[in-house]
């Protein structure tokens, strides 16, 4: 496998196994790209945890510009479930 597939750049950020694991089938999304001025694939990458769920920053797989960000809920089991 070609390392540089895996963008040396994200993995200080793959430190985790589960992160990893979800690098290899990144989102197929695309999003415009202002630097790009194009639709471009996006990668994911792991920005903070917080408290309300992981935030998550999109960038352009050509030109590494930050084009979004997402907070994805915690999907660990609740305890609060009645
Ligand atoms: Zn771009």
């Keep these: 496998m070609n390392p540089k ?3 040396y750049a994200n ?8 992160e990893r694991d979800a690098y290899r089938d990144f989102d197929a999304t695309e999003l415009y790209c202002n630097r790009c001025r ?11 945890v917080l408290p309300e ?4 920053e999109y ?9 979004g ?3 994805e809920r915690d999907t660990r ?3 609060l479930i009645i």
Excluded at 11 to 18: E, G, I, L, M, T
């Design 59 to 67: 960038v352009c797989a050509y030109c590494s510009t930050s084009v």
């Design 38 to 48: 194009q639709a471009a694939p996006v990668r994911k990458r792991l920005l903070l």
């Design 77 to 79: 089991p609740n305890s």
């Design 69 to 71: 960000t997402k907070v």
């Design 53 to 56: 769920g992981d935030k998550f």
């Design 11 to 18: 993995r200080r950020y793959a430190q985790q196994p589960n």
């Design 5 to 7: 597939d895996t963008g």
